[in-house]
């Protein structure tokens, strides 16, 4: 007997078969799930174990119509499932809406409209799936989803079920699989009736074997509806008869929406191909009613909360686990942009050695920068995690800005946990590497308790293999004039450390008048890892102490730092003394004043890097100001 659960009612069962706590919620309180666990658990003991051995696979009417179910029903039998039970189905309309009840809040009027003609087309064929697992093994619900591939064609790869089938739509994608163990009971009390749903329970429990007949169901239906090869340009052509003058085909694809019960089995199969190819598919905004986890939560083996987990520093090029500020990360999801979005949480520390010595305005509230830093590594370690970028590439951010909504808040007595949402703004690819992403342009979105938002940032960076990386550094250090491997240069003497508010001397990283930025390889923090350059958080520190200087010493201690806006040039070299240029500057929006600090290197231009700075108890007075 399983050692998994041996719960018996439907709200314990929950805890086995779900990662969303949301979702938990939820299914308590619904009936069809209900339904299904309750018959499930009556039938044995090992409910627990039997629903995360179980899965469905809807094949939906448009790959009836496509002719695809013969080679789902194969792939599925190559890839190891147990086919235990098949059912040709016709599903209404209301069991569509309830299948999808909680992410269709987001489809819009001609997704649903669409959806009302693929069921009308044909039979859709169930087909309940069992795999045999061992104790750590996710559900094989949730990995049959991640083998299933995603809804969007540009990204399925070969080996995943909708690869292996003829489509290259986003709608007409063939094939449905519901997510967890707890999506999978929902959706059997959906598709069956009880004395139906009876069956195929003891159909699940008794190992049945039902390949035989699900061939025939599937060779059967596409033999009575198999329809033309899903092509948009023959479908918009063949509307063209059905058109009213002066419309388009999206025009005409509308109108008939507006009467699917009137449209003929081949004219209902063109609107559905030319109306998938054109007509949208979400509302503009907002988000599902109910995300699913991914087989990432699955595989952590707990439901654990987004705070109490600490993500391998490797994932974030740190050496130190104290300045590994990420603790972890959630599966991404699209947001209402189609932008992929990935959130990760940390803890920012009040005692932090650098981010938290300050005097003045700033003492007592987060750090910019600090957030600036766990932006960093959030992104870097979602580009290995979501974008396959191979650990030991190098990484190089190009341009990088923040700023806070209005003052930096104010440190709690408990250690602040935030969540970053990074949403993916622009993949890009080098040139020749066949598309495979090398670089992202991504936004990040801060939030505080209660997804209150702190703070946004933005940030463009690549990535590169070490063989790339050092041909890079070569040829960039003998353009700037330096020979060899890099050698550090001795660090110029700092400013005192109360000048540019701070009390470590360690912490003051520019010389008195801040003319150059102080250089020390062995300041833990900033050179946490050996590196061959100038590191970029160095150069925003230094000007934000630079940046201090343009306010007279007797006001200074009454400014912080808001907002910073950084566009890297090039690397700084370790064997060459960096000099800080700093003006006074129009003041960006949300700050007070504004210095532009440019940072060179034997007349080189590094980087240029525009800082914001508010008086608390002035507050914003507008763009430009001063």
């Not at 198999?226 to 063949?238: F, G, L, M, Q, Y």
Request: glycine content about 8%; aromatic content about 6%; some cysteine.
């Amino acid at each position: 007997m399983s050692t998994e659960n041996t719960a018996r009612t439907p709200a314990s069962l929950l805890g086995s078969w779900t990662r969303s706590p949301d979702k938990a919620e939820i299914f308590a309180r619904d009936t069809w799930y209900l339904e299904a666990s309750e018959q499930l658990a009556e039938r044995t003991e090992d409910a627990a174990a039997e629903g995360a051995r179980t899965a469905v696979l809807l094949i939906k009417p448009d790959g009836v119509c496509a002719g695809a179910a013969p080679a789902a029903v194969d792939w599925l039998l190559e890839a190891g499932y147990t086919i235990h039970d098949a059912a040709a189905l016709e599903l209404g309309r209301n069991d569509i809406r309830a299948l999808w009840l909680h992410q269709w809040n987001i489809a819009s009027a001609e997704r649903r409209g669409l959806a009302d003609v693929i069921r009308s087309l044909s039979p859709s064929l169930v087909l309940v799936l069992g795999r045999d697992r061992t104790d750590g093994d996710i559900p094989t619900s949730v990995e049959l989803t991640s083998a299933k591939g995603p809804t969007d064609p540009t990204k399925r790869v070969p080996g995943e079920l909708r690869h292996a089938l003829p489509t290259d739509s986003y709608l007409l994608n063939f094939v449905h699989t519901p997510d967890e163990p707890a999506d999978v009971l929902r959706e059997l009390g959906i598709y069956f009736d009880t004395a139906r749903r009876a069956q195929a329970f003891e159909r699940i429990l008794s190992r049945h074997d039902s390949a035989a007949t699900a061939r025939t169901l599937a060779a059967e239906l596409t033999n009575k509806h198999r329809k033309p090869t899903i092509n948009v340009e023959n479908s918009r052509i063949a509307l063209i008869a059905r058109s009213h003058r002066g419309e388009t085909t999206e025009d005409t694809a509308r109108r008939l929406l507006a009467s699917p019960a009137e449209l003929d089995p081949l004219t209902a199969w063109h609107v559905l191909v030319a109306g998938a190819g054109s007509l949208p598919m979400r509302t503009p905004h907002g988000d599902v009613t109910l995300a699913n986890p991914g087989a990432a939560a699955w595989r952590t083996g707990t439901a654990e909360p987004l705070h109490t987990r600490t993500l391998d520093r490797r994932l974030v090029h740190r050496r130190s686990r104290a300045e590994t500020f990420v603790s972890t990360m959630a599966e991404p999801r699209r947001d209402d942009q189609g932008r992929l979005v990935v959130p990760v949480g940390a803890q920012v520390s009040r005692a932090h050695p650098v981010h938290g010595d300050h005097l003045g305005a700033q003492s007592g509230r987060v750090d910019l920068l600090q957030l600036m830093e766990t932006c960093r590594q959030g992104a870097i370690a979602s580009a290995h995690v979501n974008y396959g970028a191979p650990l030991g590439h190098a990484f190089i951010v190009r341009r990088f800005s923040g700023t806070f909504d209005g003052d930096a808040p104010r440190h709690s007595g408990r250690p602040l946990e935030i969540t970053i949402d990074i949403a993916s703004e622009r993949e890009r690819a080098a040139p020749g590497r066949d598309g495979t992403v090398t670089g992202l342009d991504v936004d990040f979105t801060v939030f505080g308790p209660e997804r209150a938002r702190l703070a946004t940032f933005s940030g463009s960076y690549t990535w590169l293999s070490q063989a790339d990386y050092q041909a890079l550094r070569s040829a960039a250090r003998e353009f700037s004039g330096f020979a060899g491997d890099p050698v550090a240069l001795a660090p110029c003497t700092p400013i005192t450390a109360k000048e540019i508010l701070r009390e470590v001397a360690a912490n003051a990283v520019i010389s008195p008048g801040g003319l150059q930025l102080v250089v020390d390889p062995s300041h833990p923090v900033h050179f946490d890892h050996s590196l061959d350059h100038v590191p970029g958080m160095l150069q925003l520190e230094g000007a934000r102490q630079s940046a201090l200087l343009t306010v007279p010493a007797g006001e200074r201690d009454h400014w912080h730092m808001t907002s910073i806006d950084a566009d890297f040039r090039g690397f700084g070299e370790l064997e060459s003394e960096v000099e800080l240029d700093t003006s006074s500057q129009d003041a960006p929006t949300g700050a007070t004043l504004g210095a532009r600090v440019l940072l060179r290197q034997r007349g080189r231009m590094i980087s240029d890097v525009l800082v914001g700075l508010r008086r608390p108890d002035i507050g914003e007075t507008g763009p430009g100001s001063r």
